[in-house]
Nanobody, 123 residues
Framework: QVHLVESGGGLVQPGGSLRLSCVIRGTTLDNHAIAWIRQAPGKGREWVSC????????YDAESVKGRFTISGDNAKNTVFLQMNNLKAEDTAVYYC????????????????WGQGTQVTVSS
């Protein structure tokens, strides 16, 4: 069974940076696509970024392009989300989620989810 554990969330000022980590257990990362998906207070889930670890291709939502970077370390079974120039509207619970092989741009297509990590951007 695939088990995902996120870490790295916290409180940061606007313009600051955070790096989220997602450790995948129970399988190897290289056969999976991993996405970061967020949910802001009172809002629905929003797909943010995805990496297909089979070929390294990455995809980003327009709202985070140029600010967020997703990357994977297959040897450590870990996916990262580097978040720079954070804005108040980035405040949300961030989840990592897995599906077989290839990325999807729809959060509903991901099968296994972590418990989430809170990111709060505030002065």
């Amino acid at each position: 069974q695939v088990h995902l554990v996120e870490s790295g969330g916290g409180l940061v000022q606007p313009g600051g940076s955070l790096r989220l980590s997602c450790v995948i257990r129970g399988t190897t990362l290289d056969n999976h696509a991993i996405a970061w998906i967020r949910q802001a207070p009172g809002k629905g889930r929003e797909w943010v970024s995805c990496i297909s670890n089979s070929d390294g291709h990455t995809y980003d939502a327009e709202s985070v392009k140029g600010r967020f970077t997703i990357s994977g370390d297959n040897a450590k079974n870990t996916v990262f989300l580097q978040m720079n120039n954070l804005k108040a509207e980035d405040t949300a619970v961030y989840y990592c989620a897995a599906r077989s092989r290839w990325c999807s741009l729809r959060w509903v297509d991901f099968d296994s989810w972590g418990q989430g990590t809170q990111v709060t951007v505030s002065s």
